[in-house]
């Protein structure tokens, strides 16, 4: 799959275009590529239909999904209903025009259940395996990688799946246990880092552990026991050394018109590209809170996000593209490999090329995966070409 390959004419848009990314891509340009990773509870009728609609609208990953989405009595209908559709696709559709699939399943048994039931060649079609809830007191993660060993075992296509746990336990949001529990996780998917595609945040499930529900016009940095763990998630498994992508927490909230705070959305990129009427529909919609959240996430070194609607796509994706100023920084950087100082191009700056040599890299894998903007082009032209 192609970002933004649903946009016609895209040379205006891009000095450097975003490059097609598929399971045969390394590792780490997979991981930066996810974007959106959009979810699909399992229950949907027609969930073929559902994969090439949001994939035509410019989704990149999407997780078929099994488990909280999907009431526990409705769980035989969805099962049925992902089975059915994972041999369609993968029998009827070319895997280049398919995006990053992935299947969350409950636990390492019900994992275990589906591997036989399904067969590996109706797996053939996905990228990996969401496992929810994922912790490892006394070495039990390792129950989940022995079920996936199995089913990457002799698999015919040579393509393995992969996994994406997601952090959303009690034990990791309770202030006393958070150190001991990350630090068990880290050890275990350092151990098993091949097969780690990326690591998730499970706000909601946090959330919850607390009785709370942040609302659409506050992120989830103004939330600061949900804050806190982020920023120690990515303390112990988003260091550059270790190479772990840590995705965004979910942005849960459909289009909305309710506003309490003014927004922080400014008019003057709007009014440059010439689009206020953008603006109000974005703010109509509530859509600035998930601007700042995207905004937020990357400073606070995640990448990507989980979202659940297809408008929220276009949005992240808009907002993941590398400006020109960001890519001329960071060639800047890695052509330097004495390290020393020196102003940004753009004259706004001083580039540290060994301290900011990590920041360079990961830059440079966004580039590759989103493309790199034309000078003159911003996040409002992205958003007016790629909105459905």
Known sequence: MRHFANIADQEPLFLRPPE???????????????GAT????GIRP??????RRQTELGAGSIVLCLEDSVAD???????????AALRTLTEEL???TLPQLFLRVRTPEHFARLLDRFGSRALDVLAGIVLPKFENPDGAGAQWFEVLDAANEGRATGRRLLVMPILESPAIMHRESRTEALADVHDLLLERRDDVLAVRIGATDLSSVYGLRRPSHLTVYDVQVLASV????????GRARDGFVVAGPVWEH??????????QLRTTPFQEAGDLKLRRQLLLEGFD??????????????????????????????????????????????????????????????????????????????ARAFGVATPDVTYVDLLERSLP
């Open 254 to 263: 459909y289009p909305d018109s309710d506003r309490v705070f003014r927004t």
């Open 73 to 83: 009595d409705d769980l035989p209908t969805a099962e049925a209903n992902v089975e």
């Open 230 to 237: 982020i920023g120690d998630v990515v303390n112990v498994l």
């Open 94 to 96: 070319d895997s280049a």
């Open 20 to 34: 097609d990314v598929t399971r045969d891509s390394p590792q780490d340009l997979r991981a930066v590529a996810l």
């Open 38 to 41: 959009l979810y699909t509870p």
């Open 46 to 51: 027609d969930l073929v239909r559902d994969v």
């Open 289 to 366: 809170g998930l601007l700042r959240e995207v905004t937020l996430d990357r400073a606070n070194g995640l990448t990507g996000k989980t979202v659940i609607h297809p408008r929220h796509v276009p949005l992240v994706h808009a907002m993941s593209v590398v400006s020109d100023e960001e890519f001329s920084d960071a060639s800047d950087v890695l052509a330097n490999a004495t390290g020393g100082v020196a102003a940004s191009r753009y004259g706004n700056k001083m580039n540290e090329m060994k301290p900011h040599h990590a920041w360079a890299e990961r830059t440079m894998l966004r």
